[in-house]
């Protein structure tokens, strides 16, 4: 059973951008946005028609992008994402099918967690890097500490209602090599193609790291 690939992929950047699109060629050039404010990595959801084909669309035309699928839930799911060129999965809770699929293709997996429970189940399946989702609703940095002080040995990706302005309060923590979130790339800048905008907002990320 090999993890490590998903802390790699986690130490790519300070944030993972969560993108939901509605066609291949806007996630291309979402996916060049943050390549060119630095942003390395990008987890495409699954939660439209036009995911896979934005993988794949990605894989195979931007340089230098660790691009992964989110919203992954069945095996059907992991099976396509991978084909498509997804290196690494994401799901919101536990999806012991996808974390299967994970395992027996040896490529990164950040399944969600909410409470102890789950996330000793995780523990249980050889997880060791879990994201906390949705993280502002769960209790926040407080709540990861107290997760933290039971699981030493876990990494988390809290996701969901993170913002520019509260990354820092949760990046802080010993435990949370990254955040993911969805604000570096807001609907209003792809409706316009404002592409500068994800740049930008892909360039503050960056520096969310330095401390
Ligand atoms: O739907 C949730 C996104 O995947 C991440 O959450 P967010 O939009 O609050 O950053
Ligand atoms: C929330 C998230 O990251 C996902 O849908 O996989």
């Given at each position: 059973m090999k993890y490590a690939q998903t802390r790699q992929v986690m130490a790519i950047a300070p944030v993972i951008p969560v993108v939901v699109v509605s066609d291949a060629a806007s996630a291309v050039e979402i996916a060049r946005a943050l390549v060119a404010g630095g942003i390395r990595v990008i987890e495409v959801t699954l939660?439209?028609?036009?995911g896979l084909a934005a993988i794949e669309a990605i894989a195979q035309q931007v340089d230098d992008i660790c691009v992964g699928a989110g919203t992954v839930w069945t095996e059907a799911q992991a099976e396509q994402a991978i084909d498509a060129g997804a290196e690494f999965m994401v799901s919101p809770g536990i999806a012991d099918d996808v974390n299967a699929v994970a395992q027996a293709r040896d490529i990164a997996y950040l399944p969600g967690a909410q409470t102890v429970s789950e996330i000793a189940h995780l523990k249980r399946q050889g997880v060791t890097a879990t994201k906390l989702f949705p993280a502002s609703v769960v209790g926040g940095p407080a709540a990861i500490k107290a997760f933290a002080s039971v699981f030493p040995d876990l990494v988390f990706c809290p996701t969901g209602g993170i913002k520019e302005d509260t990354a820092r309060d949760y990046l802080?923590?010993?435990?949370?090599?990254c955040v993911g979130g969805?604000?570096?790339?807001s609907a209003d800048a792809v409706a316009g193609g404002d592409w500068e905008a994800v740049r930008l907002a892909a360039e503050r990320a960056v520096a969310l790291s330095d401390s």
């Open positions: 939660r439209t028609e036009a802080a923590l010993d435990c949370v090599p969805s604000w570096l790339v």
